[in-house]
């Protein structure tokens, strides 16, 4: 049985038997989730649902959920089984069937849709725990015993085996898991399931969901008993494959074949071979995955396991002698073996491989170098007896781009330890400079929203959103509470219908006000709390107090609401001209919408150049001349995606789904729920304010729209008129005369420095300080500076010293500043040597960094009394790269 006809059996199993297929949900989890940072179980996205906060789509659903897991990262290759990226089969009930269904379910398909004999089925079931205060899950026994299987093979495990938690807290309950007897040719006869043997295969796990820990050790019942189940689709491949580990299944195999062509070696011929064709076979599925799913490698987060992963499947294959590019090929054969049950991988088919690849050509052009120092370091290590040094680790990481966890992994096949302490100590002390002078966010929010879903669970009513006709509603207040953790007369509020829009998709949620009918109350709204499809409101009362049953009239602030809609609705504008000028491999990483600015986050590698960011806003701006009108249709979700719609990863839709369209033609198709404007022309005018960097590999645009762009177009005019009135010139003559007076500051400044090197320096004497290595001059030398400006022309004087081509590093100490040079002949970067690498290679000793062209580099750094270091850190690099030339 093919791995996809296994994932088919088991969906349609279930479809059969009342349960709603829903499609993998992305492998970054929703915004409001902040428990992790990937998808790490089957019932990771669901569990709003078990918590009781939003409303599952159906009381039973079944789903082939894509996973990531990290925690066992280091072991991936080594083992028959681990893998970072996975398909978790899973049948859940919110409230529906409980025990004795969930065993009758598992024991049918596992006897008559797999074929395995009842005799060969073994059960584990939860044992009890004192400090949990529950005792041993005797339901469970006896839903098991009563489909057939004996009590002898009924085995009581700890909390540690059947005890499922999704993490500290959350939802948790006792479990019980099905093993395949393998025989006792794997295994002893006394060896049971849940003990550390081959015999026993655990192959599924039905968790009975009961409870909600909350804090750390204590069990709140949660509103249903619910089932939530998992069945690793790879592990069952393993044995309906019947094959000796997951890399030999169908799914697996060819990607080990990919390996081997590309390698001329035979999987199964060497052990390290092997392991690393193993590792390409599973981090390439994963980060194929990953960035189908809009995860962009960076130093951040998500996107660090990313970059993680991507850097140890490259060091893995320049292992084998993979020729460039080899990424890129993983992911096609991801994308063909796994592209049918994922379309996600053939719709963002440019944006893995343009990531694969410039991940792949940029780390390789630091891996060598890298590889080559901690082999280095390695053997020093080795002769000291001692263990790589924590400050060594983290010079890696800093300057070379080694993830520690590679450092860790390559030491330790050396025999030898990492100082983690100390790596940890100095990656702390460079995020407390870089969130230097950063405010920290707050964590209210979370709270807020876990005692808005609570209050509204017990209200009974779901409120009606109106906000997409009307900002003006009558209603009836359905119920009041009292918000202790505020203070000034906040009270939480649920409405029949409201009008306030909740906050979601990067949109602010509405202000407004709440006024009984009678005129007796008045309250502020605040906040508006999203609860999936409900929603509750966080008021100030002003004048009087709200009661249930009471009729208001709810009315959004008309003039925040509508600059909030242009603001979106410009954002969508800008998502397509950006995807259109920079190409699809563009996608949304966060944004914000309010009524004073846009904010948007989109995948991109490089800074944008003046002419792309002024194509993409004159691009919007023609748009938004036009008048194209703005609709919201409600379509399916698969509709939407035939109709290229772009959806927000991390974002969970429904069958039935929102989506916004801009133009007859759709110049823009978006799944969203938030407030828009009806046609392009009411946005008026799109002004961008910055294009920075957000995190690696991820830019952010901000941009004003309508009056506050009207407004900063006006403040531009004022300053041009002041700049104009002050060079005594007009204003459209303020850039020449601008020009004039910076080429005339140039030209002073070049005479001072001139003057500066003649009266100072002997060039003659500097070259002839000059060493070969080969037959290459190396020049290396601290100077005395005033303004280390005048380095590169104390170096040109210096290169007309030397008797052939060859490199200059030059160094000098200014008002507690270190300062390095480096200029290198261009016959000699056809060699190998490079300036930006080497000014690199002693800015890391220096504390600081830099770069440049391949002919001429700078840098700099803080240690001033480790110059010499610097410059010996230099020379040592120049050799390495002459050496291999």
């Not at 719609?645 to 789904?657: H, R, S």
């Not at 830019?699 to 009207?710: F, W, Y």
Request: aromatic residues 6%; proline residues 4%.
């Amino acid at each position: 049985m093919t791995t996809d006809e296994i994932r088919e059996r088991y969906l349609e199993f279930f479809e059969q038997r009342g349960h709603l297929r829903l499609p993998s949900y992305s492998l970054v989890p929703s915004a409001n989730d902040p428990s992790a940072l990937l998808t790490v179980a089957g019932m990771h996205p669901l569990k709003p649902f078990f918590l009781g906060v939003e409303r599952p789509p159906a009381l039973r659903v079944t789903t082939c959920q894509k996973v990531f897991r990290t925690v066992d990262l280091d072991v991936v290759g080594s083992t028959a089984r681990h893998l970072t990226f996975f398909e978790m089969l899973g049948n859940f009930s919110f409230g529906d069937y409980f025990k004795d269904q969930a065993v009758a379910y598992a024991w049918e398909l596992s006897r008559e849709g797999f074929g395995f004999p009842a005799d060969r089925i073994w059960i584990t079931v939860f044992e009890g725990d004192d400090e949990l205060g529950l005792g041993p899950d005797e339901e469970a026994i006896a839903a098991w015993e009563a489909v057939g299987v004996p009590r002898e093979r009924i085995v009581l495990c700890n909390r540690k085996e059947n005890f499922w938690e999704a993490g500290l807290t959350g939802p948790c309950g006792p479990c019980s898991e099905l093993y395949l007897d393998r025989g006792l040719e794997f295994g002893n006869a006394d060896d049971l399931p849940g003990g550390e043997n081959e015999r026993f295969l655990e192959y599924w796990n039905l968790v009975f969901m009961t409870y909600n820990q909350e804090p750390r050790g204590t069990l709140t019942p949660l509103p249903a008993s619910n089932i939530d189940t998992g069945l690793g689709l790879n592990r069952m491949a393993v044995i309906l494959q019947d094959v000796p580990s997951v890399f030999e299944t169908d799914q697996f195999r060819p990607l080990v074949e990919l390996g081997e062509e590309l390698s001329g070696r035979r999987y199964g011929a060497d052990g390290a071979s092997d392991r690393s064709m193993r590792i390409l076979a599973d981090h390439a599925r994963g980060m194929t995955f990953l960035i189908a799913d809009g995860v962009v490698p960076s130093n951040e987060d998500r996107g660090y396991v990313l970059r993680r992963v991507m850097r140890r499947a490259i060091q893995h294959g320049r292992a084998l002698g993979l020729e460039p590019g080899f990424l890129v090929r993983y992911g096609e054969l991801v994308r063909e073996l796994m592209g049918g049950a994922y379309p996600e991988l053939h719709s963002q088919r440019e944006a893995i491989d343009t990531w694969l690849s410039a991940e792949e050509e940029h780390f390789g052009h630091t891996l060598e170098q890298g590889l080559e120092t901690l082999g280095e370091l390695i053997e020093r290590a080795r002769e000291g007896g001692a263990s790589v040094s924590g400050a060594d680790a983290f010079r890696l990481h800093d300057t070379f781009g080694f993830p520690f966890e590679l450092t860790r992994e390559l030491v330790a096949e050396a025999g030898l330890e990492v100082d983690e302490a100390g790596f940890e100590e100095r990656m702390a002390a460079q995020r407390t400079r870089s969130r230097s002078g950063a405010g920290s966010g707050s964590s209210g929010a979370a709270g807020v929203r876990e005692d808005a879903g609570r209050f509204a669970k017990q209200a009974g009513l779901q409120t009606r959103f109106v906000g997409y006709e009307t900002t003006e509603q009558a209603t009836t207040v359905a119920a009041v509470e009292a918000y202790e953790p505020a203070s000034g007369g906040s009270v939480l509020v649920k409405l029949a219908d409201s009008p306030f829009y909740p906050v979601g998709g990067g949109q602010i949620s509405d202000v407004g006000t709440i006024e009984c009918e009678n005129g007796d109350c008045r309250a502020r709204v605040a906040d508006v709390v999203r609860l999936g499809d409900d929603q509750a409101l966080l008021v100030v009362l002003e004048q009087g107090e709200l009661h249930s049953g009471e009729r208001v009239l709810a009315r959004v602030e008309p003039a925040r609401r509508h600059a909030t809609e242009c603001n979106h609705t410009a954002t969508h504008l800008l998502h397509a001209a950006l995807r259109d000028r920079l190409g699809p491999h563009v996608r949304q990483a966060g944004s914000y919408v309010g009524p004073d600015k846009l904010r948007f986050d989109f995948s991109h590698g490089q800074a944008l150049s003046a002419e792309e960011l002024r194509d993409v806003e004159d691009q919007v701006n023609t748009w938004i001349l036009e008048n194209h009108p703005v609709r919201a249709i409600t379509t399916t979700l698969d509709e939407a995606r035939s109709l290229g719609a772009m959806a927000l990863f991390g974002e969970k839709y429904g069958e039935i789904v929102r989506m916004v369209e801009v133009g007859d033609g759709g110049l823009s198709r978006e799944l969203c729920g938030g407030t828009h404007v009806r046609s392009t022309a009411e946005i008026g005018l799109l002004r961008v304010i910055s294009e920075t960097s957000s995190a690696a590999n991820v830019r952010r645009i901000e941009a004003l729209t309508g009056p506050g762009a009207v407004q900063l177009v006006r403040e531009h005019d004022r300053l041009l008129e002041a700049a104009a009135t002050r060079l005594h010139v007009t204003p459209t003559a303020v850039l020449d005369s601008l020009d004039a007076r910076e080429a005339q500051r140039k030209q002073l400044e070049l005479q001072l420095r001139k003057a500066a090197a003649e009266n100072g320096f002997d060039a003659t004497a500097i070259a002839q300080s000059a060493v070969s290595v080969g037959e290459v001059p190396l020049v290396s030398a601290e100077v005395a500076l005033e303004d280390a400006k005048a380095l590169p022309e104390i170096a040109d004087r210096v290169k007309g010293q030397l008797r052939a081509d060859g490199v200059i590093v030059l160094a000098s100490r200014v008002d507690g500043h270190a300062s390095i040079l480096v200029s290198v002949a261009p016959a000699i970067v056809e060699r190998g040597v490079r300036a930006g690498e080497i000014a690199k290679a002693a800015a890391a000793v220096l504390g600081g960094g830099g770069g440049g062209r391949d002919t001429l580099a700078q840098a700099g750094g803080p240690n001033t009394q480790k110059i010499s270091e610097a410059l010996e850190a230099a020379t040592k690099a120049i050799t390495a790269a002459l050496d291999k030339s």
